[in-house]
């Protein structure tokens, strides 16, 4: 019996006040990911009055079940990372808030932040670090049958689909992955791949090999899920030819990536055709005062390490930004 | 064999050392143990060995009828959570809460024991509202990272009026009740057996579903 134990997650809590309405801000974070919680750090550390805005602690980083390539830590699971991070954060004590998540920003000299439930928040310089979510397929039955055979964790859900059926979306890791965990499990596995070929990585795929329950079908994309109270079957079209094939199946499991989170800045910060704000190499976006680090950003590369760099030099620029101004 | 090695046992301990007042589980299993029972009281023992806060009784489901009625326990192995008075919050666990679990076990442990973080003004107002019986079911399994989430707010929500339970069930372990509410993905939060949710929803969703039943 394994315990995934968020260590120290009672004791740092306390240290932190709400954030205030009627007060200017120097700099605001918005995310709690790797880049937002560094991003804190270093502000509060260079002495200007920080607020930090978390929708989700810890980001991606909190569902990452092991990571091996964080200096210091040969292996640490993710919530213990975030934990690590977060009483970092809050031995300093900080102006916090979790669980909202911002709507929209007004730019102009002082910015303002708009939370979904109609509070706002003021500040000179906001980092923006609302990293990266699950990429959704936005095909018909997707949400009408999320919960009852659509599903995107294959730890959390693979047991329910013992015996049965199901059908993985994406072929790199995380989608050769979740067809691991269910080719355990499932009577049978259908892969769908966009591409060509599989692009997880060589042991993964070897890995997966092994299993002879799992089929991948290639070139091909899922049109639409169907069923009447739940998943019975997904349509997929083969890209090249065009014909659709109805696969039997009690489930689907989506690992097609991730989209940034930058619906909240979009007309209002440069973004690049991936809908990634656009930054330069002092995390600066083509509207001053306004930074941004880390995934959601154009930076190459998206690992804990570069974001949490990113996210250093989004905090100094922004300081600098605010004692210049 | 000891469920909790050296290391979680040390963090297990040095968190129980925040806790403020007494605590008292109650622990539901049966004279021929239950698939799961025997691990479950092991880990109530262990638990309970680990801080002179948390007071432990061990029922048989079937000989201690009465308290089992008294807490609403209908299946085993069930914890209940209950504070220093042994007064009943409606906070339960159906099965080991293990993996991401434990988080979501030591969460309403603390709570139970008075350290809880203020509510929104609307929030407390709008749960001390609530004028019926509540049941909320939250199926979990024990790898999901975003299930403690959702079982804490549901356990939260108990504790602060005494209308509304709320349950963890472990899907693994009971998969009739799996059957029956068709569970196919967890987090999946059931409310009196007639509204059901998927993932997890922040106390404010949860909060419209029950004022509108
Ligand atoms: C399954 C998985 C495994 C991975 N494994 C590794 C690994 O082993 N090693 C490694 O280096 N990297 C790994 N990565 C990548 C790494 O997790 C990311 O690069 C890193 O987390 C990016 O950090 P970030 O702070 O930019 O964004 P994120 O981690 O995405 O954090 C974004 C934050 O912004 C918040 N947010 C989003 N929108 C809003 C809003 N509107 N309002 C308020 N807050 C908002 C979120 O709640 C969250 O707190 C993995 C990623 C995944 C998904």
Redesign the interface.
């Known amino acids: ?11 740092s ?2 240290n932190f006040n709400p954030l205030v309405s009627d007060k200017t801000y120097d700099v605001m974070i918005l995310g709690g990911g790797p880049a937002g919680l560094t991003a804190a750090v270093y502000c509060i550390r260079k002495g200007v009055s920080t607020g930090l805005i978390v929708k989700e602690i810890g980001g991606q980083v ?2 990452t079940a092991g990571v091996e390539n964080y200096m210091g830590y040969r292996y640490i699971n ?2 213990e990372l975030v934990q690590k991070f977060k009483e970092q954060v809050f031995q300093f004590g900080i102006d916090y808030d979790e ?1 909202t998540a911002v709507q929209s920003i007004d730019a102009g000299d002082i910015k303002k932040v708009h939370f979904e439930d109609g509070r706002v928040f003021s500040a000179k310089a906001l980092i923006i670090a609302t990293g990266k979510s699950w990429r959704k397929l936005g095909v018909p039955g997707e949400e009408e049958f ?6 995107y ?1 294959s ?3 693979a ?3 013992s015996g049965k059926n199901v059908v993985v979306v994406g072929g790199g890791n995380s989608g050769v992955e979740a067809a691991i965990d269910l080719a355990r499990v499932a009577e049978g596995v259908t892969m769908v791949q966009f591409l060509e070929k599989l692009t997880g990585d060589t042991i993964l795929i070897d890995k997966l090999s092994a299993f002879k329950n799992v089929r991948v079908i290639y070139e091909s994309e899922v049109t639409s899920i169907d069923g009447r ?2 998943v019975e079957s997904v349509s997929v079209k083969n890209r090249k030819t065009g014909v659709v094939d109805q696969i039997a199946a ?2 689907i499991f989506v690992e097609i990536g991730l989209i940034p989170n930058s619906g909240i800045v979009k007309g209002l910060l440069q973004l690049n055709q991936a809908g990634e704000i656009m930054v330069d190499c002092s995390c600066r976006t083509s509207v001053p005062g306004i930074f941004a680090a880390g995934d959601v950003t154009d930076v190459p590369f998206k690992q804990i390490i570069v974001a949490g760099g990113e996210g250093a030099k989004a905090a100094l620029t922004a300081c600098n930004y605010v004692l210049n101004r | 064999m000891a ?2 090695d050296e290391k ?1 046992k040390k ?2 301990k ?2 129980l050392t ?1 806790m403020k007042d007494d605590v008292s589980l109650a622990f539901f299993t049966q004279e021929f143990e239950c698939f799961a029972c025997g ?1 479950t009281r092991s880990f109530v023992e262990e638990i309970a060995s680990l801080s002179e806060k948390i007071k432990l009784a061990i029922y048989d489901f079937q000989k201690d009828k009465d308290a089992a009625d008294r807490y609403g326990v209908d299946k085993i192995p069930a914890i209940v959570i209950n504070d220093k008075d042994n007064n009943h919050l409606g906070v339960t666990f159906y099965g ?1 809460p ?3 679990e ?2 979501s076990f ?2 309403s442990l ?1 709570e139970a024991s008075g ?1 809880r ?1 203020p509510l929104k003004d609307d929030i407390a107002s709008r749960i001390t509202a609530v004028d019926k019986d509540v049941h909320i079911q939250v199926f979990v ?7 403690p989430g959702a079982v804490s707010t549901a356990h939260r929500l108990a504790m602060e009026n005494k209308r509304i339970k709320a349950d963890m069930i472990d ?2 372990l009971f998969p009739h009740l ?1 059957q029956k509410h ?5 987090p ?1 939060i059931i409310i009196n057996e007639s509204h059901s949710m ?2 997890v929803q ?1 106390i404010e969703k949860l909060l419209d579903v029950i004022e509108k039943m």
Not at chain 1, 1 to 11: I, K, Y
Not at chain 2, 182 to 186: H, N, T
């Open positions: 019996m394994d315990f995934n134990l968020s260590a120290g997650m009672f004791d809590e306390l909190a569902l993710g919530v669980g999320r919960g009852r055979g659509v599903a964790c730890t959390c859900d047991p329910f689909f109270d739940s009690q489930g | 469920l909790f979680v963090q297990i040095d968190i925040a691990d080991l293990g993996g991401y434990i988080n030591l969460g603390m350290l973080e399994t024990l790898t999901c990272p975003y299930c899907a693994g799996v068709q569970v196919s993905g967890v999946r998927v993932g922040p």
